[in-house]
């Protein structure tokens, strides 16, 4: 394994590593996404809380009360603990796997996934 003091000594900033990391985990996830077809499905995504709120919250009651769906939530806030990056690593491979398979994103405010993994055609995204 890579000592991150190493990377430092060279001239390799910890932080770039981390986002490159996070971004490999992305990509992984879309390669292995794109191997499905699209689904018919809303995503939900927001890197800000925990759990979908405020606007989100009331786009997800509206599709699920016109019956429109299925509609996946993605939520999460990435931690600087080293549990907390792991965790954040996970969901960015979940991230690219479900933004490969949705035809309609709909994302509150930046959300690095989103910029991590390439855009498939027949998908539309909502900022």
Request: proline residues 5%; positive net charge.
């Amino acid at each position: 394994m890579i000592r991150l003091a190493w990377l430092v000594r060279y001239g390799v900033a910890v932080k770039t590593v981390l986002v490159l990391v996070r971004l490999a985990a992305v990509r992984l996830g879309f390669l292995l996404g794109r191997l499905r077809p699209i689904d018919a499905g809303v995503l939900l995504a927001t890197a800000h809380a925990s759990r979908v709120a405020g606007n989100l919250e009331a786009i997800r009651a509206e599709l699920v009360g016109r019956g429109i769906g299925p509609v996946r939530t993605i939520a999460y806030v990435p931690s600087r603990t080293p549990a907390g990056r792991l965790r954040a690593l996970v969901a960015s491979a979940i991230a690219g796997y479900r933004l490969a398979r949705a035809r309609l994103v709909v994302v509150d405010d930046y959300f690095f996934p989103l910029y991590a993994a390439p855009r498939r055609g027949a998908a539309t995204v909502v900022q």
